[in-house]
C-alpha cells in the first residue's frame, strides 16, 4: 500500500478497507492468474506493472490512455487502478464469445476518464470488472496497489460498499424506498443494525448534504416513481458518494436523459471530480460527452484503441 | 437495517404474498379450533370415564371376593405408601334389576356397586354426578325430601312421591283384587260378597288413590329385618321378598286368594296380621319407610319420549320413592339368585351411557349381607374390589406395577389396573385420531408452506434487479438471502398471529357459532343425545398453540429458504442487466 500518497481521504481508509488487511502481495500466484499467459511472460508484465505503478508508466503510456488536450489538473499524478491483460469471454450455450481480448489500463486519481466505444465493444463489461462486479477470465486489477480480481467475495462487497461509488444508466434505485432511504442504503448495508442507529443522525446528515449538494433537497420523501429521470440520476449520483468513496463508476449515466438532463448530470459529476478530487470512470457511446474528459479510453473489439 | 427496512417494505407492498399467507393463517386456526375441541372432549371424556372408576384397582374375579379385606388393605397401604390419597373397598356384582312399569315387570341387567358411603367419594368423583342436589352436598343413601326437582313431576319431594306411588300401587291392587273376586265369585257361581261389593264400590268412590286402610298397619309387611343393623332391609331370603307375597301384603283381600272357595272373606281380620313372620319389630310401612336405597344409573330409567308437541321429552320409568328388585348372585361355589327390595333414592348420572345405563349402586354392608360375603363365625366382611385414589401426579402405571409386584397374579389371581388400563381402547382410538387429524391439518399448512414457496420464488424474480443492485452497492449473499428469510419469516409471524387470533375467537365461542350454523341451516350442528356433552368441549392449550404457531412459522420460513437461496446466488450483473 502506498503510504505515502497525499490523499486525505487514505489514511481514513487505511483501516477499514479490506485491501489494506489483504495478504495479496505483489507475486501472484499460478493458479489464480493468467493461466494461458506463459509464466515468464506474465511475470516480466507483472514486475512492470507493479515498478511503474505509482508513477504514470510505460504501460499506460503504451496502450491505454489518450492524453487529452486539457491538461491533468493534479500536481502529483498516482494511478488508483490498473488493470492489465483483461480478458472476459461470455459463452452463449457451446458459443464463446470473446468480450475483451487484453484489455491495459491506469486510471489516475482525482482524474475523470471516459472510456467511449460501439455498442458491444465492452465497456460496459470492462466497468463491472473493474468494480469487481464480475471477475475476469484472465488479467489483473489493481485498486491502490492491491490486487482485487482474486479477492473474496466478501472483500469485494466491502471494496464496492466503501471505495467505489456506481451510477448505471438506469439509476438503479429501489423502488420501495424514498430518496433518502436509497441514498442510506449503502451506509445501511455496511454498518449492521446496532451500528447504523448509532450514527444515524451523522449518517442522514450527510444524506442530506449530498441531495442538497445535487438539488434534491425537496424530494426526500418521494419514492423513485414520483421522481423524474433527471431527479433518479441525482439520487444515484447521492447514493453513490454517501460512503465516501474514492473511485466513481458511471455506466452511461446520461444513456437515458434528455440533454438538459444530461448536462446537468455531467455538470455535478464534473464538480465532484474538481470539488472533491474524486476519481470518475465513466463508459459512454456519446463521444461529445467523452470529450470533457480528462482522458479518453477508445474500446474496439475488446482492446483498446491506440 | 436495510434487510429489515426492505422486508417491512416488501410486506407492505406485496398483498399477493400475503393472499398465499391466508392458508397458512386457515391452517393455524384450524388446527387450533381442532385441537382444542379435540383435547376439550378428550378431557371431558377422561373425566366422565374416570367418574367412578378409581386411580387404580385390585379386583378379584367375577363372584370371587378378597376375604380378608382389612388384612388386605393394609398390605396395600404399606406397598403404595406415601402415593395414596384414599382407600375404600367395594363389592361389584352383575344384578338384575326388576322395576314394575304399568305392572309389568321391567328386568334389567346391572353391575350393582355396594360402595360404603364414608370411603367411595373420597376415591371416585361420584357424588357431582348424582342428580339431587341434597346428596351431591352430603351423601347418604335415604330419601330425601327435597332436591329431586328434574326427576318428579310433582314437586322434588321424594317421599311425598314415594307416598304417592305407595297409595297408587294399593289402590291398583285393591281394584285387581276387586276383579278377581268379582270373577272368582262368577266362576262359583256365588254373589258377590258385601264386603267385595263394597271394596269395589269404595274403589269407585274414591279414585285418588286413598287407600281403604290409612291407618291400618298392612297385614303381611314384605320385610322385616332378622339381623338387626338395619331397621327394613330383607334378610336375604328370596321367599320373603317375593313380589307376590308383597301385593298379597298390599292387597284388601289376600285371603281370598289364599282361600278362594271360601266366602268368609275378611279382610281386616285381626288375626291375619299376627302371622308368624311378623313378630317383634315395628312393622314395615311402606308410606314412612324405606326399603335399602339405590342409586341407579339414570339411563336405566330415563326414557326418550314425544309429547304432545312432537318435541322429545325426557320419561323416567323409575322414580325416586319407588321400590324395585334386585337379584344378585351369592357368593361361594353354588351361587344362588337372592333378591332385595330397594328403594329408589336417586340416579346417577354421568353422561357416560355405558356407565348411567349400566351401574347401580347401594350400601356396601346391605350387599355384603345379601351376598353372603359376611363370615358367620368371626364377622369378617369381604369385598371384592379395593379402589385406590393416588395423589396427583403420581405414575399410575408405577404404582400398579408395584401392587402386582406385591400381590402377584399367579398367587393371588386378582386384577391389578389403573383406570387407563381399563378404559385403553376407547382412550387409544381418540389419542389415535387426534393424531391423525394433526397430521393431516399439518398437512394443509406443509401445502400452504409450497404456496409460499412459489410466490416468493415469483418475488424473487419480480426483484432480480434490486437484488442486482444491493449487490453492486456491496451487500453480501447473506444479506440478501437473510431479506427473503426475514420477509418469509415476517410473512409466517403475521399468518400465524391471524391464525391464532381466528382459531381462538372461533374455538371460545364455538357454541355460540354453532347456534348461528344451526339457525342458519336448520340442522342440528351438534346432537347432544349422541355425544357425551351438552355442548361442544374446548380446551385451549397455550402449548399446543405455541406449538402450532412455532410448526407454521417455521414452515413459512423453510419455504423462503429455496427462494431466498435463488436470490443470494444471483449474478448482479445478470441482474443489473435483466429486465
Redesign the interface.
Known amino acids: 500500500m502506498s503510504k505515502g500518497i497525499p490523499v486525505p481521504r487514505i489514511s481514513a481508509l487505511n483501516n477499514t478497507s479490506p485491501a489494506s488487511s489483504s495478504p495479496v502481495s505483489g507475486v501472484p500466484s499460478a493458479a489464480t492468474t493468467g493461466q494461458e499467459l506463459p509464466r515468464h511472460k506474465r511475470l516480466a508484465k507483472r514486475q512492470n506493472q507493479k515498478k511503474d505503478a505509482p508513477s504514470k508508466g510505460p504501460l499506460g503510456a503504451q496502450h491505454a490512455i489518450s492524453q487529452n488536450a486539457r491538461p491533468p489538473l493534479s500536481i502529483a499524478r498516482t494511478s488508483i487502478m490498473s488493470v492489465s491483460n483483461l480478458h472476459k469471454s461470455y459463452r452463449k450455450s457451446k458459443l464463446e464469445v470473446p468480450v475483451l481480448r487484453g484489455v491495459d489500463l491506469s486510471i489516475d486519481e482525482g482524474s475523470f476518464t471516459a472510456i467511449i466505444g460501439q455498442s458491444g465493444s465492452g465497456k460496459s463489461t470492462l466497468l463491472h470488472l473493474l468494480a469487481t462486479l464480475d471477475a475476469p477470465d484472465q488479467g489483473e486489477i489493481y485498486f491502490r496497489d492491491q490486487r482485487i480480481d482474486n479477492l473474496t467475495a466478501r472483500k469485494k462487497d466491502r471494496l464496492r460498499n466503501q471505495q467505489f461509488g456506481m451510477i448505471f444508466q438506469f439509476y438503479h434505485l429501489l423502488p420501495e424506498l424514498t430518496t433518502l432511504e436509497n441514498v442510506l442504503i449503502p451506509q445501511m448495508i455496511r454498518h449492521n443494525i446496532l451500528g447504523y442507529f448509532r450514527n444515524r443522525s451523522a449518517y442522514k446528515q450527510r444524506a442530506l448534504e449530498l441531495l442538497e449538494m445535487v438539488g434534491l433537497g425537496h424530494r426526500l420523501n418521494h419514492k423513485p416513481n414520483q421522481l423524474s429521470g433527471g431527479e433518479m440520476q441525482r439520487t444515484a449520483i447521492a447514493r453513490a458518494l454517501i460512503a465516501k468513496p474514492s473511485l466513481l463508476l458511471a455506466d452511461e449515466p446520461t444513456g437515458n436523459l434528455d440533454s438538459e438532463n444530461g448536462r446537468e448530470v455531467m455538470k455535478t459529476l464534473h464538480q465532484l471530480r474538481d470539488t472533491e478530487n474524486l476519481t470518475i470512470v465513466m463508459v459512454t457511446h456519446d463521444t461529445q460527452l467523452a470529450e470533457t474528459a480528462d482522458h479518453i479510453v477508445d474500446l474496439v473489439n475488446g482492446q483498446v484503441a491506440g | 437495517?436495510?434487510k429489515?427496512?426492505?422486508s417491512w417494505?416488501?410486506l407492505r407492498?406485496r398483498f399477493i404474498a400475503l393472499a398465499s399467507i391466508i392458508s397458512v393463517t386457515l391452517g393455524v386456526a384450524t388446527l387450533i379450533v381442532v385441537n382444542s375441541v379435540m383435547s376439550g372432549f378428550v378431557d371431558q371424556m377422561k373425566s366422565r370415564l374416570h367418574g367412578i372408576l378409581s386411580d387404580v384397582e385390585i379386583s378379584a374375579p367375577l363372584l370371587g371376593q378378597i376375604s380378608h379385606p382389612e388384612l388386605f388393605v393394609e398390605e396395600v397401604k404399606r406397598v403404595v405408601g406415601g402415593d395414596l390419597e384414599a382407600l375404600t373397598a367395594v363389592v361389584r356384582t352383575p344384578a338384575m334389576l326388576t322395576a314394575k312399569f304399568h305392572d309389568r315387570p321391567m328386568t334389567q341387567q346391572v353391575i350393582l356397586m355396594g360402595i360404603d358411603d364414608e370411603t367411595f367419594g373420597r376415591v371416585t368423583d361420584f357424588s357431582p354426578y348424582l342428580q339431587n342436589e341434597l346428596k351431591r352436598q352430603r351423601f347418604s343413601f335415604e330419601l330425601e325430601t327435597g332436591g329431586y326437582k328434574d326427576l318428579l313431576e310433582n314437586g322434588d319431594d321424594g317421599w311425598a312421591n314415594r307416598r304417592r306411588w305407595v297409595e297408587f300401587e294399593r289402590f291398583k291392587e285393591r281394584l285387581n283384587r276387586g276383579y278377581d273376586d268379582l270373577f272368582e265369585a262368577v266362576e262359583n257361581q256365588v254373589e258377590p260378597s258385601l264386603e267385595s261389593t263394597g271394596a269395589q264400590s269404595a274403589v269407585a268412590d274414591q279414585p285418588k288413590f286413598l287407600s281403604p286402610l290409612p291407618d291400618q298397619p298392612p297385614q303381611l309387611p314384605p320385610m322385616i329385618d332378622d339381623e338387626t343393623d338395619r331397621q327394613f332391609a330383607g334378610d336375604g331370603s328370596p321367599r320373603d321378598i317375593a313380589p307376590k307375597d308383597q301385593i298379597a301384603d298390599l292387597a284388601i283381600s289376600s285371603t281370598a286368594t289364599q282361600f278362594p272357595a271360601s266366602l268368609e272373606i275378611s279382610p281386616f281380620d285381626p288375626h291375619s296380621a299376627s302371622r308368624p313372620q311378623i313378630s317383634r319389630d315395628e312393622m314395615f310401612d311402606p308410606l314412612k319407610q324405606q326399603h335399602t336405597g339405590i342409586i341407579l344409573g339414570v339411563m336405566l330409567s330415563k326414557r326418550k319420549s314425544f309429547d304432545a308437541d312432537n318435541s322429545l321429552i325426557d320419561v323416567y320409568m323409575i322414580r325416586p320413592g319407588e321400590d324395585v328388585q334386585i337379584m344378585v348372585p351369592s357368593v361361594g361355589a353354588h351361587a344362588q339368585a337372592v333378591m332385595e327390595n330397594c328403594t329408589v333414592v336417586d340416579f346417577y348420572s354421568s353422561n357416560m351411557h355405558e356407565y348411567d345405563s349400566m351401574f347401580a349402586f347401594m350400601p356396601l354392608s346391605q350387599l355384603q349381607k345379601l351376598r353372603g360375603m359376611v363370615d358367620p363365625l368371626t364377622g369378617m366382611r369381604a369385598v371384592s374390589t379395593i379402589q385406590i385414589k393416588l395423589k396427583p401426579g403420581v405414575d399410575l402405571s408405577e404404582v400398579r406395577d408395584r401392587l402386582l409386584h406385591a400381590f402377584p397374579v399367579e398367587y393371588y389371581g386378582y386384577d391389578i389396573n389403573t383406570w387407563l388400563d381399563t378404559q385403553a381402547p376407547l382412550l387409544s382410538a381418540v389419542q389415535m385420531e387426534l393424531k391423525i387429524l394433526n397430521l393431516l391439518l399439518f398437512m394443509i399448512i406443509a401445502v400452504a408452506g409450497f404456496g409460499i414457496l412459489a410466490t416468493f420464488y415469483m418475488i424473487v424474480v419480480e426483484k432480480t434487479?434490486?437484488i442486482?443492485?444491493?449487490?453492486?452497492?456491496?451487500?453480501?449473499?447473506s444479506?440478501v438471502m437473510s431479506i427473503f428469510l426475514s420477509y418469509g419469516l415476517s410473512l409466517g409471524m403475521v399468518g400465524t398471529g391471524a391464525g391464532i387470533a381466528m382459531g381462538l375467537l372461533f374455538a371460545y365461542n364455538i357454541n355460540q357459532i354453532a347456534d348461528v350454523v344451526e339457525w342458519m341451516t336448520g340442522r342440528e350442528v351438534f346432537d347432544p343425545s349422541i355425544y357425551y356433552f351438552s355442548e361442544i368441549p374446548v380446551l385451549i392449550s397455550p402449548w399446543m398453540v405455541f406449538s402450532v404457531a412455532l410448526g407454521a412459522v417455521a414452515i413459512a420460513v423453510l419455504a423462503s429458504v429455496l427462494p431466498a437461496m435463488r436470490a443470494a446466488r444471483l449474478?448482479?450483473?445478470e441482474a443489473?442487466r435483466y429486465e
Open positions: 437495517m436495510y429489515l427496512i426492505l417494505r416488501y407492498t434487479k434490486d442486482g443492485i444491493l449487490k453492486a452497492l456491496g451487500a453480501p449473499g444479506g449474478h448482479p450483473v443489473l
